[in-house]
Nanobody, 124 residues
Framework: QLQLVESGGGLVQPGGSLRLSCRAS????????IGWFRQAPGKVREGVSC???????KYADSVKGRLTISRDNAKNTVSLQINSLKPEDTAIYYC??????????????????WGQGTQVTVSS
């Protein structure tokens, strides 16, 4: 059974960068579409980026230009580089695995396996 574990979150100052990782066990991650989502307190879960099994990528308009999603198949990992962090990026970040095509891959309903999340806090 596929299990996902996120890492790389933490406290960072505005303008800083973080690299989040989603490591899989129990299955081969490159066969899946992987999405990154975030959820701030009192807000709905928001899709920020996704990468299909064919390595097509997509980004939410709210973060476009600041995020880069990538795969490392040798490590069975998908990473999310976040630059120019803003206080409004503060949230728990989750990765998820599914079989979605690129059109719907920012929707949380397309995913069947989720990690536990990693906290990102942007504050001075």
């Amino acid at each position: 059974q596929l299990q996902l574990v996120e890492s790389g979150g933490g406290l960072v100052q505005p303008g800083g960068s973080l690299r989040l990782s989603c490591r899989a066990s129990g299955s081969i991650l490159e066969y899946y579409t992987i999405g990154w989502f975030r959820q701030a307190p009192g807000k709905v879960r928001e899709g920020v980026s996704c990468i299909t099994s064919g390595d097509t990528t997509k980004y939410a308009d709210s973060v476009k230009g600041r995020l880069t999603i990538s795969r490392d198949n040798a490590k069975n990992t998908v990473s999310l580089q976040i630059n120019s962090l803003k206080p409004e990026d503060t949230a728990i970040y989750y990765c998820a695995a599914g079989q979605s095509g690129i059109s719907w891959c920012l929707s949380p309903y397309e995913y069947h396996d989720w990690g536990q999340g990693t906290q990102v806090t942007v504050s001075s």
